[in-house]
Structure formats: structure tokens, C-alpha cells
């Protein structure tokens, strides 16, 4: 099953430019090795040296954060739309 995966306007680069990709799998853990399978240079965007996602990388199926859920073993469905969203860090104090 494909599903759709957003991709942030910082990360588009490594995706040919694109705001949308699919990848087929099950599960979250799934989708992102597929993608990153085919885009590689997203993966050290993704993933830390240890294999694991980046704690500032946060990723919604649908509009669920998947920290609440099974992290990476979260299912997808059929019609689910999983995000990608770059923590936001920075600003001024007042």
C-alpha cells in the first residue's frame, strides 16, 4: 500500500523538489526506510549516527504525533498521510 508522506520545504531538496512522496509499508519505521532507500541523502536528515530518528524530527500520521502512539511501529492505512515537521528552535525573548 502506498501511502503519502509531506515533505518540509527545508528537506525538498533531497526529494527532487518535491512536497509530497509515497512509499509502500505497514508501518511508520516501514514508510521512512522505503523513502530513504530512494532518496538517500534524506536519511542523515532523518536519522542519527545510532540508526535512530533524530530527536528533532517529528513525525504525524495523520494529525497524531507518533511519540504517543508506537513511535516507528505505528500503523499506516490505507488513505493516511504522515508529515514530517523539522522542530522549530530560536527567537527572541521579550
Same mark, same amino acid.
Given at each position: 500500500? !502506498? ?10 531538496? /533531497?526529494?527532487?523538489?518535491? @512536497?509530497?512522496?509515497?512509499? &509502500? ?22 536519522? !542519527? ?10 513525525? /504525524?500520521?495523520?494529525?497524531? @504525533?507518533?511519540?504517543?502512539? &508506537? ?19 530560536g527567537g527572541e525573548r521579550s
Amino acid at each position: 500500500m !502506498a501511502t503519502k508522506i509531506l515533505i518540509p520545504t527545508p528537506l525538498r531538496s /533531497y526529494t527532487g523538489n518535491q @512536497d509530497v512522496v509515497e512509499a &509502500e509499508g505497514n508501518t511508520v519505521g516501514e514508510l521512512l526506510a522505503n523513502m530513504t532507500a530512494r532518496y538517500t541523502d534524506l536519511s542523515k536528515h532523518l536519522y !542519527a549516527d545510532d540508526g535512530k530518528l533524530r530527536s528533532f524530527v517529528n513525525i /504525524y500520521v495523520n494529525d497524531d @504525533d507518533i511519540r504517543y502512539l &508506537e513511535r516507528e511501529q505505528t500503523p499506516v492505512a490505507s488513505g493516511d498521510t504522515v508529515s514530517i515537521i523539522p522542530s522549530v528552535a530560536g527567537g527572541e525573548r521579550s
